[in-house]
């Protein structure tokens, strides 16, 4: 079966620096770029002997600064290096669509090395790259490359349906069709699919941009290898999601299950019609939904459940029969870890005081009510906090009403997003709130993990529970809708080192 090979960019400032980037990664790649144009000067003489010291096929690139490059010299500079190197071992060399200089694109057919003839776009995907890519192609056994920067999901859409429009057209092997930036990040993964013969990696911290990959998270995390036309594909869909934990936890429980043919990938979307019909083009199976679209999806699902109707935001679709199911996991995920602590299930009687009245407060009181469990809702913006309590028959005051807290303090859970991502690393909700030790604390936040509140509570001799917990919970109970079997347990090892 035809696969897409996996090439790494040598962006090193010598030669020295690029063998030794092809010793770390060399397990993971099939292929390298050598891009001259990162080189400095001096390391220019030793290109010809480069390819010799490498056991897999090398692309030579001198890319212009117009072009993305750092090349800064002369064309006439610039021909020179691709000519010296056209004799040297060197198996694709890479000529972009306005290249002129005939007699390297004709010493290369004769030397047996193939021409790469490359499309750049960094402003985004133009309306007529189907037409610029069935023109470009000058001799035949030219592949033809176009890296265009992906902008929104509506040319993510137009890329991939452009992409296995081609594939269906054409023979394997002459096309490579990349998005850049993080909204093109999926058809790096799924190159495979959409029938490009190579897809580009960069080793971590070399020109880093947003949407660029090592080899070896394209293969540790995301399965390259595997994937193929029968993969099943999952993904999380938010923006930003690049970062997402996510992707980390199914991908490792699809390997944890021998599921050879699943993949999780991020999603970055700013448009939900196109990404729902971005899903019906690669037949996505089922998407974790983050923010800030647990609202917006709503109106795209086929069926509902009863979270979804009732927190109003849903976190998980599923297809199946040719319908969009939603799910609401948040909820089951967050009553998961304080089931757990009370020995499996929540006594009578019992009472909480929820902070916050987001989006995040509403399916933590909807989950509480249901158990029964008595709750004082306490917002900094009262008026949330009523309307919430008023949909689910809580108590409710401002934030200034902590005193409050000690009517319903056998759990104390913080749901605003004030500490989140460290952005305010001192911030206390409560901080008028003197534990007793007898309290249960949650904070639904997961960086950091012990934010200052579960640390007051811990110090206190409170039991506490942190975001990571209800995170992992309800990732458990995703996986169990995409794929029908249990996320194992192994699968959120390591990922604290990750994030
Ligand atoms: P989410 O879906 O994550 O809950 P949200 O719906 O925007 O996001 O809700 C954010 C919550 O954090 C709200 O309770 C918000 O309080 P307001 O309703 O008064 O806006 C709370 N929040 C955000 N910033 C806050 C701050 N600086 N101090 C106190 N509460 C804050």
Redesign the pocket.
């Known amino acids: 079966m035809n696969r897409s090979s996996l090439c790494l960019s040598l962006t090193g400032a010598t030669v020295a620096e690029n063998l030794k980037e092809i010793e770390r990664y060399d397990c993971y790649c099939d292929l390298y770029e050598l891009r001259a144009d990162y080189l400095e000067p001096l390391s220019i003489s030793a290109l010809s002997s480069f390819p010799a010291q490498v056991k897999k096929p090398v692309i030579i690139t001198v890319r212009r600064a117009a072009d993305g490059g750092h090349f800064k010299g002369s064309e006439a500079e610039r021909c020179g290096i691709l000519r010296r190197c056209l004799a040297s071992g060197y198996r694709y060399i890479d000529l972009e669509e306005d290249f002129q200089d005939q007699k390297i694109e004709q010493a290369a057919e004769a030397g047996g090395v193939t021409v790469i003839r490359s499309f750049h776009d960094f402003s985004g995907v133009p309306a007529d790259l189907g037409r610029i890519i069935r023109n470009i192609k000058r001799n035949s056994g030219e592949v033809i490359k176009a890296a265009v920067m992906v902008q929104n999901t509506q040319e993510l859409l137009k890329l991939v349906e452009l992409a296995l429009e081609l594939k269906a057209q054409d023979e394997w092997g002459n096309r490579i069709i990349l998005g850049m930036g993080p909204m093109g990040f999926p058809t790096k993964v799924l190159s495979t699919i959409l029938g490009s013969s190579i897809t580009y990696s960069y080793a971590p911290g070399r020109q880093a941009a947003p949407g660029h990959v090592d080899p070896q998270t394209l293969v540790d995390l995301y399965r390259f290898p595997l994937v193929n036309q029968n993969t099943r594909i999952f993904g999380v869909i938010g923006n930003p999601v690049i970062h997402s934990k996510s992707p980390w936890l199914h991908n490792r429980g699809f390997s944890l299950r021998a599921m050879d043919d699943a993949v999780y990938i991020p999603f970055q979307v700013d448009n939900l019609e196109a990404f729902f019909q971005l899903a019906e083009v690669l037949d996505i199976r089922g998407v974790s939904v983050t923010?800030p679209h647990?609202q917006g999806v709503i109106p795209f699902l086929s069926s509902r459940d009863e979270g979804v109707e009732a927190a109003g935001?849903c976190n998980t679709i599923v297809w199946r029969d040719g319908l969009r199911r939603g799910y609401n996991t948040d909820i089951s995920g967050f009553m998961a870890p304080l089931k757990e602590s009370m020995g499996g299930a929540i006594p009578a009687g019992f009472r909480a005081a929820v902070i916050?009245?987001?989006?995040?407060?509403?399916a933590v009181v909807y989950a509480l009510r249901k158990e029964g469990v008595e709750v004082l809702i306490l917002?900094?913006?009262v008026e949330?906090?009523q309307d919430l309590a008023v949909a689910f028959g809580c108590s409710y005051g401002s934030?200034e009403e902590q005193e409050r807290i000690a009517d319903f303090s056998d759990l104390i859970v913080q749901?605003?997003?004030?500490g989140m991502n460290r952005e305010?690393p001192e911030?206390d909700?409560i901080p008028g709130y003197s534990f007793s030790g007898g309290e249960i604390v949650y904070d639904i936040i997961y960086i950091p993990r012990l934010t200052p509140l579960l640390k007051r509570a811990m110090d206190s001799g409170c039991r506490v529970i942190n975001g990571w917990e209800m995170l992992i919970a309800q990732a458990g109970i995703q996986f169990r809708l995409f794929t029908g079997q249990d996320l194992l347990r192994e699968a959120n090892s390591g990922i604290a080192d990750r994030y």
């Open positions: 923010i647990k935001a916050g009245a987001g989006g995040a407060a509403r917002n900094r913006t949330r906090a934030l749901t605003t997003s004030v305010c911030y909700p």
